[in-house]
């Protein structure tokens, strides 16, 4: 799935931030946790994911995120992947939230 140009982006309600560098996060998909992949992109509807399984569109999806690399907050989202290309996923979230990781002693 290509990435999209500007001159598409224009249509979104919702403006979309890319990540910088590697940003993995776990994956479950209809409730079997077994998943990896990378976030490209984030909006507050939706978020681009290239999974190292293929996804089938309409697939329900978790994803937990490290939000700053750090492993100290976490952005746990829940949907559906809307589109799918190969190993990448369109997934608009549902329902998500921020948590912060308490600190191993």
């Given at each position: ?78 949907g559906q992947a809307v ?21 191993a002693e």
């Amino acid at each position: 799935m290509a990435i999209p140009s500007s001159a598409q982006m224009e249509r979104r309600i919702c403006p979309r931030y890319r990540f910088t560098g590697d940003r993995l996060c776990s994956i479950v998909v209809n409730g079997v946790s077994n998943s990896q992949g990378r976030v490209h992109d984030v909006s507050r509807d939706g978020l681009m994911l290239e999974c190292d399984i293929a996804l089938q569109p309409g697939a329900r999806v978790e994803v937990a995120i490290d939000w700053w690399g750090t492993g100290s907050l976490e952005l746990n989202a829940s949907g559906q992947a809307v589109r799918t290309e190969g190993r990448f996923a369109a997934v608009k979230i549902l329902e998500s939230k921020f948590q912060v990781k308490a600190k191993a002693e």
